[in-house]
């Protein structure tokens, strides 16, 4: 019995723009899994790619609309990139005033604690 090889999906971050001010209830760490996905992506886009400039090498293949395949998947790939990119923005910007309020609550606690000694 043949076993199936295709891979899941990864849950990434949802695609909805949050706007600049609203803060999650949470801490909303992007997992090393989400980026090797989109790696993982970009890798099987530019193989595609490759193939299509081989087989484009072939004199009796339409060479314009290999052209036109080819367009396509750069275009796919961006768009692709650009929504993952601005999911994972929008968690890091997140995440990273999340820190940052840590960051100046132990500076403060600390600057508060020296000043009693």
């Known amino acids: 019995m ?6 899941r999906t990864v849950p990434l971050a949802q695609l909805q723009r949050r706007s600049p001010n609203s803060e999650p209830a949470e801490l909303l760490p992007v997992k090393a899994h989400v980026y090797q996905a989109i790696a993982e992506l ?3 886009f530019e193989k595609v790619v490759r193939d299509l400039q081989t087989v484009g090498r072939i004199s009796f293949l339409p060479s314009d609309r290999i052209t036109a395949m080819h367009d396509l998947i750069c275009r796919v790939r961006a768009q692709a990139n650009r929504d993952f990119m601005m999911a994972v923005h929008d968690r890091e910007t997140a ?3 999340h820190f940052g309020r840590l960051c100046a609550q132990r500076q403060k606690e600390a600057g508060d604690y020296s000043a009693d000694n």
Request: glycine letters at 16%.
């Open 95 to 97: 995440n990273a005033s």
């Open 42 to 44: 970009n890798g099987g």
């Open 2 to 7: 043949a076993t199936s090889k295709a891979k």
